[in-house]
């Protein structure tokens, strides 16, 4: 399947029960397996109160998705997984700002995430969008490796309210 242009309208969507299945599949095709969720922790991030999840569609194939969970003013992006026919195509990119404008909507002005220190692609990725490294966290992955504390302050929403 070509990935999305012109002719191609990506779609964004609310992620449903059946996509189950589909995002599980996803997660181990887009990870290496120690890195990629179990079931079970794909269950629990969707199921986590504060958690959305937003798929992306091109010619009604899924072709990416972005879990975050958000309490209060803070979220944090547990994944985003675009297929690799899809990437650099913009696919990531529809899909951060949709995730961040509903975590905004939802009252949240800070961001965080966590990427591999040595995927460059990934964190070049984070960086156009306006996160900024923080920190180191050693050992994060199950692997050993180590990861960037990312963080992005969104911004505040614009007062419409006039003060007397």
Known sequence: MAAPGKSQKLRLREYQPYDFDALCEMDRACYEPEIAYSRREMRAYLDAPGSDCVIAECKARMCGFCITVHQNTDAYIVTI?????????????A????????VAAA?????????AVDNLSAIAFWQKHGYR????????????????????ILAAKPNTQREA
């Open 81 to 93: 997984d675009v297929l690799g026919a899809f990437r650099k195509k913009g696919v990531g990119s």
């Open 95 to 102: 899909l951060i700002v949709e995730a961040e404008k509903r």
């Open 107 to 115: 009252g949240v002005r800070r961001v965080a995430l966590d990427t």
């Open 133 to 152: 490294k923080i920190g180191v966290r050693k050992g994060y992955y199950p692997n050993g490796r180590d990861a960037f504390a990312m963080i992005k």
